[in-house]
């Protein structure tokens, strides 16, 4: 322990002796500085030659312009009173409508459709033990089966429902399991 409490304050020693003496050791560079070049002197302008400037003539009077005649609307030809022509009576007097000869059939008597017997009941649910036999085909080909077994359990238990097959169907457990939703807007029941 006392080596390394020894240690800081020599490094730090060493640290600064070699600084101080790479101070020492610095090359003094001199770089030569040029002096200024002189200043240039500038030539004298040339004296200005006289511009004559062309003479002046003031500008032509615009063309006088002629105004055009009043407009005057053609005029009409006096046209000849209408007179109608009186309608010809027809030749022919027109044909009766086609009756046809057979009467249309009636349509033919529909026949009852066969009776559909009641979709298979589900057993009563009373608590969630009762809800995993029915939960587990639902949830057995989802990815996460034990994600989708805790919400089917879940809504199961308050709906006491679960709509059978393994997707869909949801409509054969009523209201209460189409519009249970996540705070998403999600459906929460699968």
Do not use: H, W
């Not at 312009?65 to 407009?71: C, M, R």
């Not at 057993?123 to 809800?131: E, G, L, R």
């Not at 679960?162 to 457990?173: A, D, K, L, S």
């Amino acid at each position: 322990m006392a080596s390394k409490a020894l240690l800081f304050p020599l490094a730090a020693l060493l640290l600064v002796s070699t600084k101080v003496s790479s101070y020492e050791q610095e090359e003094k560079l001199e770089i030569p500085v040029k002096a200024p070049p002189a200043p240039v002197q500038t030539p004298a302008p040339a004296p200005s030659a006289e511009v004559l400037s062309p003479p002046y003539e003031p500008p032509a009077p615009p063309p006088v312009k002629v105004p055009s005649p009043p407009y005057e609307p053609p005029v009409m030809a006096p046209s000849l009173p209408y007179e109608p022509t009186a309608p010809t009576p027809p030749t022919q007097p027109p044909t009766p409508p086609y009756i046809p000869q057979n009467p249309t059939p009636a349509p033919p008597a529909t026949t009852p459709s066969p009776y559909k017997p009641p979709s298979r009941t589900f057993p009563p649910v009373i608590t969630k033990k009762d809800c995993i036999p029915l939960c587990g085909p639902r949830c057995k080909l989802r990815s996460r089966t034990k994600l989708c077994l805790r919400a089917c359990i879940r809504c199961c238990y308050k709906c006491k429902c679960v709509p059978p097959g393994t997707y869909g169907n949801r409509e054969m457990c009523g209201k209460c399991y189409t519009e249970l939703k996540t705070r998403y807007n999600k459906p929460k029941c699968p």
